[in-house]
């Protein structure tokens, strides 16, 4: 097995870990390629089928495009009944039929590289404990695929040929 697919395949199950903690429905990573600065969705635990990956991500839309625009969490839960909005315009949330989420930007060097959304299928609150979760989560995240893309092993990095 080639290391690009263990990586992908370590953060899924660590993704995986993350849902079960924190009983939600979806966890999944978007990264931003360097050849051409799309962002893709790279990663995910809990997703119905493999049709996120095809889904586009649109820098200013949605919560994951809003995420890397604003560098800072966004939540969608009852207590933000005012991001409808954002709900309407995540693809991911649309097709994962998601209701509440946690977005949170993946920081390499003082800048936003990736999105860490962790979402559920109900409407929920989320607690503070859970927000800094998540939170702590990207971070570990962020220090993760900060030595990955050194090493050359995630696909922003313009190696996707590696991948397989």
Do not use: Y
Not at 126 to 138: I, M, P
């Amino acid at each position: 097995m080639n290391t690009l697919k263990w990586e992908k395949e370590s953060v899924e199950k660590e993704l995986s870990v993350l849902r079960e903690r924190l009983q939600l429905d979806v966890a999944a990573v978007s990264w931003r390629r360097a050849r051409d600065l799309r962002w893709e969705w790279w990663a995910a635990s809990g997703c119905r089928d493999e049709r996120f990956r095809s889904l586009s991500i649109r820098v200013g839309r949605g919560i994951e495009g809003s995420v890397p625009r604003i560098g800072r969490t966004l939540v969608i839960d009852g207590e933000h009944p005012d991001s409808d909005r954002q709900r309407e315009d995540s693809a991911l949330m649309h097709v994962e039929q998601l209701i509440s989420a946690i977005a949170c930007p993946i920081v390499i060097k003082d800048i936003p590289q990736g999105v860490l959304l962790a979402g559920s299928r109900e409407e929920r609150v989320f607690s503070r404990e859970q927000l800094k979760s998540v939170q702590q989560f990207s971070a570990a995240l962020g220090l993760a695929m900060q030595t990955m893309a050194r090493e050359e092993k995630i696909p922003t990095l313009d190696n996707r040929q590696n991948e397989g």
